[in-house]
């Protein structure tokens, strides 16, 4: 049976976009970015500043920023969910994804690009927010994105 998949994803810097890209082309997926509503601007996404926005976003937990148009995922199988890692764990416009939509049923594979945090924290909380979705383990895809792409998507 032929599985009909998507790469969704949110990039702030365009890394984890060129990771979404090389898994949709691997696997054969359509692909739709997660765009915010407000897009994030360099003082946003300074983490050495207390006040940013992504600082504040990330302390809070009930922070669901809009995402910019809305994603149908009703006609896919399996889902790959794309980002960076922020504060050991996925940006909260991930949490507005995941919280936006029926992931009951639906193959969800986490992927995250990061320069130097693991994947596991945000695994963790993404599977709490949708637990009806079948998960299936991530990685993080600094490198080699397509290769591990196929096996995941099988």
């Not at 890209?21 to 897009?39: F, L, M, W």
């Not at 669901?64 to 006609?75: F, G, L, M, N, V």
């Not at 990061?114 to 945000?122: E, H, L, T, V």
Request: hydrophobic fraction near 40%; proline fraction near 6%; aromatic fraction near 10%.
């Amino acid at each position: 049976m032929q599985h009909k998949i998507l790469v969704t994803y949110f990039s702030a810097s365009g890394v984890t976009a060129r990771a979404a890209k090389e898994i949709a082309s691997s696997v054969g997926a359509d692909i739709q970015e997660i765009v915010p509503a407000a897009p994030y601007s360099a003082a946003d996404l300074n983490w050495m500043d207390k006040s940013s926005r992504t600082t504040k976003e990330s302390k809070d937990e009930t922070c669901r920023p809009p995402i910019a148009a809305d994603i149908d995922i009703k006609p896919y199988d399996t889902i790959f969910i794309g980002f960076p890692v922020w504060w050991y764990k996925e940006p909260a416009i991930i949490d507005t994804f995941l919280e936006s939509a029926n992931f009951a049923g639906k193959r969800v594979i986490p992927f995250a690009t990061s320069g130097g945090s693991g994947i596991d924290g945000a695994e963790k909380r993404m599977k709490k927010l949708c637990p009806s979705a079948d998960w299936v383990k991530g990685k993080l895809v600094n490198h080699g994105a397509g290769a591990w792409a196929k096996g995941a998507a099988e």
